[in-house]
């Protein structure tokens, strides 16, 4: 099939093929391909209506029965398939997996007008590199909590769940770990004052309050407990976690696409970003995610609520 | 609050110049007892400062001590916090009120209120946004460079509580410094306890009793704590807890613990009661004093027993728990693809990087973690609309929750059918020969290469038998499997080799026996 379009050389009619983006999958599959017999305007409304129905991520495929549709469609005729990738990459998206499971789904490519940028996200993080940090640190935290090993991370059937405090509990105990491990080879962590981007990045989340009392009972939005409360419901609203009760400051549970996003895309892609800055972690494959090392010496996490710490 | 943070600096900066005139400049090592006092002292900057800064209060507040009330809302915060959260504002700001009233009796109830409140939100420094406080410091390095520091605390922290509230705790920082030193080894810390409460009850000194009792109180958390977070570990990974030796020796210890001081505190209960009722006689207002002391015992040493119980309970919840999750992820399907182990290959290494490089992978991970958005189109004809419309109330219910999608859980099931008639086959062994566990794993082997997965789960199940189960329904027989110390010599699998037998059981005898109790 694929040896066949890779012969014939025409560009879709879709429109100019030499314009789209060569990123994304459509590029992958051999540029040039026409879908076989020509296509239809009807059908490029038809792919284009797919690519619509991926980006409402939360849209189930299973209550929609237009979408499940376009997905057979999808699934069983190769020409469509590649017109609804090449719409995608046109429109700067990368699809991520196309399944009745996850429906269409697709991810922004970084220059896509989709793309969501940090200081859209939260205003103080394009003024404070602390405040940057922090929304950072929460998402990450959020998938590492919802994803604890690397099996959970492979396996498509998996299901994570976690709470806001629970994470900020999670990211918290890490932080007095390194803390702890600081003091007891007697280094000093407290930053040079003209010097705030070499203090260490644990530091800037354990010194932030993990919550705090507001005029309207409202979570207090710079506290780290709102920073991760902000990431998960922004999380929902891209169809990646679902919110299933107000325990512990809210519970979610994770879907298809959320692990897609996080394995093909934000893993990677930040993996990357740590090789580059030359830290390099190797995995043996043995847990990593190690409760506090403190049966005898009782220090407390946060959400104790004891007053005094060996 | 820095203003205080720079004034610390100049005495350490002319010592610097003298050094660099005359003689090389301190080591580290000699800087850092130093730099361990000047963090202290920071710690009561915010204190005096309050004093300072009442003078720019709206009013005549010269009347009021604020560092005085400053450090009884500490010492209230400290007393008052409850185990599981906190201490609540409100009952502060109230309990702050008669010493605040004691010092201007002449001014009216609201503007006792407002020092108070004044004075908390100001310990907790509500104006910053890490709500906590920043003093500058300096020392010198290794190679004689004398850097100034931040140094970031905390006196009252804001924890969050049950149902989205906000208790107050006080800081490390604030015990040590601002109530005295009282962190010690609290094991040792308890027998002694134990020991002086004893000691304290039988000379009638009930005030350090009381501070006994509490502090007995707080291994019983501490324990119930660590277990908690034993169990949610477990729950992301079995293979994070050692479950062969650490985790029932704390749970066995646990036990012991509990055990012991239910014994111990009902006979100080039933001691106590008695000091309470015979000190109602007396009309001497010593023992007026002692008699609420000892009813302020009763109460936290009946709070003791309760969250005994509520250990207790959950003790016996874990090793249920743990099976559990063994079954669900230590015999699941091997994943085909290797993950990305997301804590150990980013957070970990992220968190000691420094703030700038950190924020490079973290901003990677932002940038194509968090999905897509949809960009708006403006009209302006909606803009207008939008514009005109009044805003919408806050819905005392809270947002609507969203239905909850139901889907058809697939049959994920490991094994077949057959292959558990297989395994019940093989297992079926006769009462008078049981066999070794390696054998039954060979056998299983030439079945089918899946069936000793079945067969060990099986096995591992029948190490700790549904004794109970059978006895009620009247099984004739039992399926059973002891440890004798021999290890297992097994490709797949490790541990003890088990002995597996069949027991059979007197079903008549047990028969007439539940009639009995009937």
């Given at each position: 099939m694929i040896a066949e379009h890779d012969a014939d050389e025409t560009p879709p009619?879709?429109?100019?093929?030499?314009?789209?983006?060569?990123?994304g999958p459509y590029a992958t599959r051999g540029a040039g391909a026409a879908p076989v017999g020509g296509v239809t305007p009807a059908d490029a409304a038809d792919a284009a209506r797919l690519v619509a129905f991926g980006l409402?991520?939360?849209?189930?495929p299973a209550r929609d029965a237009e979408y499940a549709e376009l997905l057979r469609r999808h699934r069983e005729e190769p020409g469509f398939a590649r017109l609804a990738d090449a719409v995608a990459a046109g429109l700067g998206l990368i699809v991520l997996e196309v399944s009745s499971?996850?429906?269409?789904a697709v991810a922004a490519a970084e220059?896509?007008?989709?793309a969501v940028r940090m200081g859209d996200y939260a205003r103080r993080a394009s003024a404070d590199s602390g405040d940057r940090f922090l929304h950072g640190l929460a998402h990450l935290a959020v998938a590492a909590m919802a994803f604890p090993r690397p099996e959970d991370l492979a396996d498509d059937g998996y299901i994570g769940r976690i709470t806001v405090n629970g994470v900020d509990a999670f990211v918290r105990q890490a932080c007095r770990r390194l803390e702890e491990r600081a003091e007891e080879r007697g280094e000093?962590?407290?930053?040079?004052s003209d010097a705030?981007?070499?203090?260490?990045?644990?530091r800037v989340w354990a010194r932030r309050t993990a919550t705090g009392a507001t005029k309207d009972a409202?979570?207090?939005?710079?506290s780290t407990t709102g920073i991760v409360g902000k990431a998960v419901a922004f999380l929902t609203d891209s169809g990646f976690l679902q919110r299933t009760g107000d325990d512990a400051g809210g519970a979610y549970r994770t879907t298809a696409r959320y692990q897609l996003q996080i394995r093909d895309m934000a893993g990677s892609a930040a993996m990357a970003e740590l090789l580059e800055l030359g830290v390099v972690s190797v995995s043996?494959?043995?847990?990593?995610?190690?409760?506090?090392?403190d049966t005898d010496d009782l220090d407390l996490v946060a959400e104790a609520g004891l007053p005094f710490h060996s | 609050m820095t203003s205080h943070a720079s004034d610390l600096a100049p005495p350490q900066l002319s010592g610097a110049q003298l050094g660099s005139a005359a003689r090389p400049a301190p080591g580290p090592a000699a800087d850092e007892g130093l730099a361990r006092r000047l963090r202290a002292l920071a710690c009561t900057a915010p204190l005096h400062d309050l004093d300072t800064r009442k003078?720019?209060?709206?009013?005549?507040?010269?009347?009021?001590?604020m560092a005085e009330v400053a450090l009884a809302a500490i010492d209230l915060v400290t007393l008052n916090m409850d185990f599981d959260t906190g201490a609540d504002h409100e009952q502060i700001v109230a309990r702050l009120l008669p010493r605040v009233a004691a010092q201007?009796?002449?001014?009216p109830a609201a503007e006792h209120e407002r020092v108070a409140r004044w004075v908390l939100e100001n310990l907790i420094n509500v104006g910053s946004v890490d709500r906590g406080f920043r003093a500058v410091y300096g020392t010198f390095g290794p190679d004689g460079a004398y850097v100034r520091r931040d140094y970031d605390f905390k006196l009252i922290e804001e924890v969050p509580g049950h149902g989205g509230s906000v208790y107050l705790r006080t800081t490390d920082e604030a015990v040590n410094v601002?109530?005295?030193?009282?962190?010690?080894?609290v094991t040792s810390a308890q027998i002694a306890a134990e020991v002086k409460l004893e000691v304290l009850i039988s000379r009638g000194r009930l005030a350090d009793a009381q501070l006994a009792a509490e502090q007995a109180r707080y291994r019983t958390v501490q324990y119930a704590e660590t277990l908690r977070r034993t169990l949610d570990a477990t729950r992301r990974n079995?293979?994070?807890?050692?479950?062969?030796s650490t985790v029932p020796d704390m749970i066995a210890e646990a036990l012991d613990h509990v055990a012991d001081r239910y014994r111990h505190e009902n006979a100080i209960l039933t001691n106590i009661r008695r000091a309470r009722d015979e000190a109602e006689?007396?009309?001497d207002p010593k023992m007026g004093e002692h008699k609420r002391r000892a009813a302020e015992l009763v109460d936290i040493v009946k709070d003791c027993i309760r969250r005994h119980t509520q250990l207790q309970s959950r003790l016996l919840e874990a090793g249920p728990l743990f099976r559990a999750e063994q079954d669900r992820?230590?015999?699941?399907?091997?994943?085909?693809r290797t993950g990305l182990d997301l804590y150990g290959q980013l957070v970990a290494p992220v968190l000691p990087l420094p703030l700038e490089r950190a924020t490079r992978v973290t901003d990677a991970f932002f940038a194509r973690g968090t999905g897509f958005r949809t960009p708006a189109a403006v009209r302006v004809g909606d803009l207008v609309e939008l514009l005109l419309t009044p805003p919408v109330e806050r819905e005392y219910l809270g947002a609507e929750m969203p239905e909850p999608e139901l889907i058809a859980t697939?049959?994920?099931?490991?094994?077949s059918e057959e292959q558990l008639a297989s395994a019940m086959e093989l297992l079926d062994?006769?009462?008078d020969a049981p066999r070794r566990l390696s054998g039954l794993l060979a056998d299983a082997r030439r079945r089918d290469p899946e069936l000793p997965y079945l067969v060990a789960l099986l096995a591992v199940h029948a190490a700790s038998p549904p004794v109970g189960t059978a006895y009620r329904q009247g099984e004739q027989r039992l399926l059973f499997a002891v440890d004798d110390g021999t290890a297992l010599d097994d490709p797949e699998f490790g541990g003890a080799d088990l002995i597996v037998g069949t027991a059979l059981l007197d079903a008549a005898g047990m028969a007439a026996e539940r009639a009995e109790v009937a």
């Open positions: 009619p879709t429109g100019e093929g030499g314009a789209l983006p060569a990123a409402q991520p939360k849209l189930v499971r996850a429906g269409m220059d896509s007008v989709f000093n962590t407290d930053p040079a705030p981007g070499l203090e260490a990045a644990w409202r979570r207090l939005a710079g043996d494959g043995t847990a990593t995610l190690l409760p506090p090392d | 003078a720019n209060l709206a009013g005549e507040y010269g009347v009021y001590a201007a009796p002449a001014r601002l109530v005295g030193a009282l962190d010690t080894d079995v293979r994070a807890v050692d479950w062969l006689t007396g009309s992820q230590a015999f699941a399907t091997p994943a085909t697939p049959d994920d099931s490991r094994f062994l006769p009462a």
